[in-house]
């Protein structure tokens, strides 16, 4: 048990369709983002939040919306996505973004394979 | 702008060898590192992570990793390798631009145990 729950594990849709990622943590932290992981290239960041307020969006196309409901929650809605979407997306968290050396924890990802 | 590369992409060993994966990186100022390790279909785990002090850093599951600041390196390394560390590895430095805990990540070396 990491601490960060992903739901679901593995996610197929097609490029017209709508589909959300749910993302939750345990750890009593304030900051959460959104990373992604394709193969043989670093991760990605994509959306950051910092209690519950977004403090990053790294130039991520829009039919990526991130929502933030309160500092456990974390949301990625997907609408009208290109197979170059597929990867893996993990979320993860940390006590919040002034705390330099605290480390992020991950969950285990949502794999996402657009068709 | 900060990075991190790591030169290997795949690293092949034998059970009961050291290991060593290699990280270099370009900061501006003084760095802060880690190690992360992803086992296959689960997140990134936190392995070790230099802030200041002792060069050596020790971390989970026997770890740890040098830091040389002339050399601007961050290996990871571990005396006597294990069929079960076979899995991915990230080195990440933070991004010190906006102030505040972003980590820019390698693209991942994949370590290979063999019995």
């Known amino acids: 048990e990491t601490g960060v729950t992903q739901t679901p594990r593995h996610l197929v849709m097609g490029m017209t369709n709508k589909k959300s990622l749910k993302c939750e943590q345990h750890?009593?932290?304030?900051?959460m983002y959104w990373y992604k992981q394709s193969a043989k290239k670093p991760l990605e960041l994509m959306f950051v939040?910092?209690?519950?307020?977004?403090?990053e969006n790294n130039s991520v196309p829009s039919r990526f919306s991130p929502e933030c409901p309160n500092s456990s929650h974390l949301f990625l809605h997907l609408h009208t996505l290109q197979p170059e979407d597929s990867a893996l997306y993990l979320c993860a968290s940390s006590q919040e973004l002034s705390q330099d050396n605290s480390p992020l924890h991950f969950g285990n990802g949502t794999r996402l394979t657009v068709t | 702008a900060q990075s991190v590369a790591q030169p290997e992409d795949q690293v092949n060993v034998a059970e009961g060898n050291p290991l060593t994966v290699k990280c270099t990186y370009s900061v501006s100022g003084n760095p802060y590192l880690f190690w992360y390790v992803q086992y296959p279909n689960r997140g990134l785990q936190f392995l070790l992570k230099y802030i200041t002090g002792d060069n050596l850093v020790k971390g989970s599951y026997g770890f740890e990793a040098e830091f040389n600041k002339s050399q601007t390196s961050f290996h990871l390394k571990k005396p006597s390798a294990l069929v079960s560390d076979s899995a991915l590895y990230f080195c990440a430095v933070r991004d010190l631009s906006g102030g505040y805990n972003k980590l820019i990540f390698g693209a991942g070396t994949r370590l290979a145990v063999h019995p």
């Open positions: 750890l009593g932290h304030n900051a």
């Open positions: 939040y910092n209690f519950k307020e977004q403090t």
